[in-house]
């Protein structure tokens, strides 16, 4: 089948989430660049940067309901994704209707910071057989 893996950041989705989403934030070397001469504090750089920061930033997210709106939004553009491939499918001539109906497009969302994770998506791409992905960023403000 086909697959659309819609990427994005990630948030914690409840206020307990706070602190270990910025410990995988920071111990990202794209967030926070050491020297490769002591690359090896980058877990001990966003333990300590996640353990200070995690006050103020639960106070911001527990401002917008206990969590990040992320994974919600994401989630319901993939639905809407689907269902959009869907009515286009309906809309296709007969022979090519016919080709695309026995691949369904699925949709599926990966958090690079948060979860579920890409490895997660990944596996379960994997599991449902998917042969043909289309990666679909949206955080194109940073996207290798």
Do not use: H
């Amino acid at each position: 089948g086909v697959g659309v893996l819609l990427l994005n950041l990630g948030g914690p989705e409840r206020s307990e989430d706070v602190e270990p989403f910025l410990y995988n934030l920071f111990a990202d070397p794209d967030i926070i660049r050491l020297p490769s001469g002591i690359s090896w504090l980058q877990g001990p750089l966003a333990y300590l940067v996640s353990k200070r920061r995690a006050p103020k930033s639960r106070a911001a997210y527990d401002s917008i309901g206990g969590g990040s709106p992320l994974g919600y939004w994401t989630r319901q553009q993939a639905l809407a994704l689907e269902d959009e491939l869907a009515a286009q499918l309906d809309k296709a001539d007969p022979p090519i209707r016919k080709l695309l109906e026995a691949r369904p497009a699925k949709c599926y969302i990966a958090m690079r910071y948060w979860k579920p994770f890409t490895e997660e998506a990944l596996e379960q791409i994997a599991a449902d057989r998917i042969s043909q992905l289309v990666i679909l960023p949206l955080y194109p403000q940073f996207s290798v």
